[in-house]
């Protein structure tokens, strides 16, 4: 029988023969989305300077067609988010029947085994990774030399990495590190076996947030089959941690990992699990920082098992910091890296987007003082509505971990605010940053308003970054041709399935 978070789902709560059928389209739909991103991104993604692809019969033909490749991806892109919602309506919170557990892990398969074997698209990222790992295999270190100065400006890895990152040190954990290391050892300076081998590595990320949603998701009351359409199935998930490799993936799944093992030592209070938990949440630290912001709330939970009074929070605060700081000291002196990685957490502050709400806030204030003749002072305005903006982070933070303690709100709505909140109003904003918050909140949300919300920002968010990763300075007429072929495309294929199949995009009363 079908299983919902490893508890088996009652048969007048599975799907009937209609709603199988719809979804077996719906299924079929992302799957030949995931196949053209993977068709389009021969031409379309962010390949390496020397892309293996040149020459060879027929696959070299989509990197001179850059238009049409792209259209290609930007078709599959629709085609998938679409899908997706078209998804969500199975899932959908007070429905009497909702799509099984072994349902939702097929439909993850048949969507994520296409896209492995993608181009590396939305990001040049993965390539300053392999970049990184090579200077660590090497013997020097990451937190000091950039790749350019570390292997040479025309080293074949340096030259993958985007101009902007070239001469910077690695902004990343020293564990994140360690598995680099191991990478290059194995793949050398073989750019395509190297992505494929850091894809492996986000994979193994993935396949923990796979395995802890859904049992956070029922410790918190809320379906297991919507907390992994909301957060495994996200198409920022497929679009930035599968195809795009970031290690964000890692770093998630790992925390999340931890806190499903440390929530078995509340139900009575097992320290080992706790620990172990901890453990692990440090260690996903140690790839991204922004995971240590679980302990915090984790040991909220602890306190209020304890008896929540203040010095329980007291005694487990003291006691998540000694967990943190050994975790650290083990991990930065066990891998050979240190605590450079401390010095190097600024590092893409050197970066100013308009994405980011305080630097815009910067660059807003900085025009209003040159139209009012006051000078031009962009650095320093942007340098003081960031440390503004992480300030109020900062409070927004403590004020979520004061409301979780006293039982106002959810601790993983906390966590999920609380990381928004850091993420949001940091320095330096990306469009797969979403995910942290998005999957926390995935696994004890329930609400309509949230659910909607996070299906339109999800969507949104995912059609708006070119799969090359690049700005097209001096031929911006690309990419409306690419978007202008794709809806031509999708609006016909949406008719023709319409069609032959019925509006399977649509919902239907329940």
């Given at each position: 029988?079908?299983?919902?978070?490893?508890?088996?789902?009652?048969?007048?709560?599975?799907?009937?023969?209609?709603?199988?059928?719809?979804?077996?389209?719906?299924r079929?739909?992302?799957?030949?989305?995931?196949?053209?991103?993977?068709?389009?991104s021969?031409?379309?993604?962010?390949?390496?300077?020397?892309?293996?692809?040149?020459?060879?019969?027929?696959?070299?033909?989509?990197s001179?067609?850059?238009?049409?490749?792209?259209?290609?991806?930007?078709?599959?892109?629709?085609?998938?988010?679409?899908?997706?919602?078209?998804?969500?309506?199975f899932?959908?919170?007070?429905?009497?029947?909702?799509?099984?557990?072994?349902?939702?892990?097929?439909?993850?398969?048949?969507?994520?085994?296409?896209?492995?074997?993608?181009?590396?698209?939305?990001s040049?990222?993965?390539?300053?990774?392999?970049?990184?790992?090579?200077?660590?295999?090497?013997g020097?270190?990451?937190?000091?030399?950039?790749?350019?100065?570390?292997?040479?400006?025309?080293?074949?890895?340096?030259?993958?990495?985007?101009?902007?990152?070239?001469?910077?040190?690695?902004?990343?954990?020293?564990?994140?590190l360690?598995?680099?290391?191991?990478?290059?050892?194995?793949?050398g300076?073989?750019?395509?076996?190297?992505v494929?081998?850091?894809?492996?590595l986000?994979?193994?990320?993935?396949?923990?947030?796979?395995?802890?949603?859904?049992?956070?998701?029922?410790?918190?009351?809320?379906?297991?089959?919507?907390?992994?359409w909301?957060?495994?199935?996200?198409?920022?998930?497929?679009?930035?941690?599968?195809?795009?490799?970031?290690?964000?993936?890692?770093?998630?799944?790992?925390?999340?990992?931890?806190?499903?093992?440390?929530?078995?030592?509340?139900?009575?209070?097992?320290?080992?699990w706790?620990?172990?938990?901890?453990?692990?949440?440090?260690?996903?630290?140690?790839?991204?920082?922004?995971?240590?912001?679980?302990l915090?709330f984790?040991?909220?939970?602890?306190?209020?098992?304890?008896?929540?009074?203040?010095?329980?929070?007291a005694?487990?605060?003291?006691?998540?910091t000694?967990?943190?700081?050994?975790?650290?000291?083990?991990?930065?002196?066990?891998?050979?890296?240190?605590?450079?990685?401390?010095?190097?957490?600024?590092?893409?502050?050197?970066?100013?987007?308009?994405?980011?709400?305080?630097t815009?806030?910067?660059?807003?204030?900085?025009?209003?003082?040159?139209?009012l003749?006051?000078?031009?002072?962009?650095?320093?305005?942007?340098?003081?509505?960031?440390?503004?903006?992480?300030?109020?982070s900062?409070?927004?933070?403590?004020?979520l971990?004061?409301?979780?303690?006293?039982?106002?709100?959810?601790?993983?709505?906390?966590?999920?605010?609380?990381?928004?909140?850091?993420?949001?109003?940091?320095?330096?904003?990306?469009?797969?940053?979403?995910?942290?918050?998005?999957?926390?909140l995935?696994?004890?949300?329930?609400g309509?308003?949230f659910?909607?919300?996070?299906m339109?920002?999800?969507a949104?968010?995912?059609?708006i970054?070119?799969?090359?990763?690049?700005?097209?300075?001096?031929?911006?007429?690309?990419?409306?041709?690419a978007?202008?072929?794709?809806?031509?495309?999708?609006?016909?294929?949406?008719?023709?399935?319409?069609?032959?199949?019925g509006?399977?995009?649509?919902?239907?009363?329940?």
């Open positions: 029988m079908p299983t919902n978070g490893g508890a088996a789902t009652p048969e007048s709560d599975l799907l009937n023969g209609r709603e199988r059928r719809q979804l077996d389209i719906v079929r739909w992302g799957t030949i989305g995931a196949l053209l991103l993977t068709v389009g021969l031409g379309g993604g962010a390949a390496p300077i020397y892309s293996p692809l040149y020459g060879v019969p027929l696959l070299g033909l989509f001179r067609m850059p238009s049409v490749a792209m259209g290609v991806v930007w078709t599959g892109i629709f085609m998938i988010v679409s899908a997706w919602l078209a998804l969500g309506r899932v959908r919170p007070g429905r009497p029947r909702l799509v099984s557990r072994s349902q939702m892990d097929r439909t993850l398969l048949m969507w994520t085994v296409p896209l492995v074997f993608c181009v590396p698209m939305f040049r990222d993965v390539y300053s990774y392999l970049a990184q790992s090579e200077i660590a295999a090497r020097l270190d990451p937190y000091v030399l950039g790749p350019a100065n570390a292997l040479g400006v025309d080293h074949i890895l340096t030259r993958g990495v985007p101009n902007i990152w070239r001469e910077t040190p690695a902004p990343y954990g020293p564990l994140f360690a598995f680099g290391r191991v990478t290059a050892m194995i793949t300076d073989h750019v395509v076996s190297g494929f081998v850091h894809r492996l986000v994979l193994c990320g993935l396949a923990m947030i796979v395995w802890a949603l859904p049992r956070l998701a029922a410790r918190f009351g809320v379906p297991p089959v919507g907390a992994l909301l957060g495994a199935l996200n198409p920022l998930v497929l679009f930035h941690v599968v195809i795009g490799v970031h290690n964000d993936g890692l770093a998630l799944g790992l925390m999340l990992v931890g806190l499903e093992l440390a929530m078995r030592g509340l139900e009575p209070l097992k320290w080992w706790i620990t172990l938990g901890a453990a692990i949440i440090v260690c996903g630290a140690m790839v991204k920082i922004p995971a240590m912001a679980a915090g984790l040991g909220v939970m602890v306190a209020r098992k304890l008896g929540g009074e203040l010095k329980h929070l005694l487990v605060a003291g006691i998540m000694v967990i943190a700081a050994v975790g650290v000291v083990a991990i930065c002196l066990g891998t050979g890296f240190g605590f450079g990685w401390i010095e190097t957490l600024n590092v893409a502050e050197t970066v100013k987007s308009w994405m980011s709400p305080p815009a806030l910067g660059f807003l204030g900085a025009g209003t003082g040159i139209m003749g006051l000078g031009n002072h962009t650095e320093s305005m942007i340098a003081l509505t960031r440390l503004l903006g992480q300030g109020i900062v409070v927004i933070t403590i004020v971990l004061w409301r979780a303690f006293k039982g106002r709100i959810k601790s993983m709505n906390g966590l999920g605010a609380a990381l928004g909140a850091i993420l949001v109003l940091g320095p330096v904003l990306q469009p797969w940053y979403v995910l942290w918050a998005a999957l926390p995935a696994t004890a949300v329930v309509p308003k659910r909607l919300f996070a339109v920002t999800s949104a968010i995912a059609v970054l070119p799969p090359t990763g690049s700005a097209f300075d001096g031929r911006a007429y690309t990419v409306p041709q978007v202008a072929g794709a809806v031509i495309t999708f609006a016909i294929c949406v008719l023709i399935a319409r069609k032959r199949v509006p399977f995009l649509k919902s239907d009363p329940v």
